[in-house]
């Protein structure tokens, strides 16, 4: 069973009209990016502090995200203004809810139009459904903290807390676009994704680790014209990944 939530309408006065964007020219990097400037430079820093927090570890994802960070500096991309989300811009967040009681998930998300600080919103999803969720576009998305490993992802109808582990954040232009879909699903740890040999447990998962750890590894982190390049995994996990080589759609 699918549904589909509205944004509800928020007075929010745009932070992009007060601040001066990046504009075509001026430095570049040694890969002939464009090096970012205002609105730009803060996404861009705030990115690089998202990723950070991605493998190794205490990281999010675990050992299986490891590499992430280390091609930071190849993959993102937020290089100007147009490879941020767009003022008015809208995508969805798909929640999926595979257990037997109501489940109210935690999006934690920074759309620059509105600031470049991170927002959060609740949504609770039925037992056995998916919520498909319109919210404005944003460079980052994850649940319950971009930087945060260990905040509460989702909590169940028994007061039960699943925690962020899994939920790697996702990023603008490479796990979903403006006017795309990112995902989190809460289920059961049948790969034993923690390694502590509870398969009964239920465990949340973005879309974004899915998409890293499965068939060829996961995209690049590029820019807004659709530039790609390898996966940053490599074949690490190709086709044999811990969810049998399953690929989302970025």
Known sequence: ????????????VSLMTAVVGCVPGGLTDIFGNQQPTGVAAEVAAKAESVAANIGGADGFGGAMMNGFSGHMDDHMGFHGTEYLAQDGGMMTMELANQTGQPC??????????????????????????????????AEMVGMGSLTNVGQMAAHM???AE????????GFLNS????????????????????????????????????????QNGMNSHGNGAGTST??????????????GGMRSTP
């Open 157 to 159: 109808g028994d007061g």
């Open 1 to 12: 069973m699918y549904r589909k939530l509205m944004w509800p309408t928020l007075a929010v």
């Open 230 to 243: 390898v996966g940053m995994m490599g074949g690490l996990f190709s086709g044999s990944g811990m969810f």
């Open 175 to 214: 796990d979903f676009d403006c006017g795309g879909t990112f995902s989190c699903t809460l289920m059961q740890d049948t790969n034993d994704l923690d390694q502590d040999g509870d398969t009964q447990e239920f465990v949340a998962v973005t879309s974004a680790m899915q998409t890293h750890i499965g």
């Open 104 to 137: 109210t998930f935690h999006i934690a998300f920074i759309s620059s139009p509105d600031g470049v600080r991170e927002q959060s919103q609740d949504v609770t999803v039925d037992a056995g459904d998916t919520v498909n969720f319109e919210m404005p576009c």
């Open 162 to 169: 699943i925690d962020n582990r899994f939920c790697v954040p």
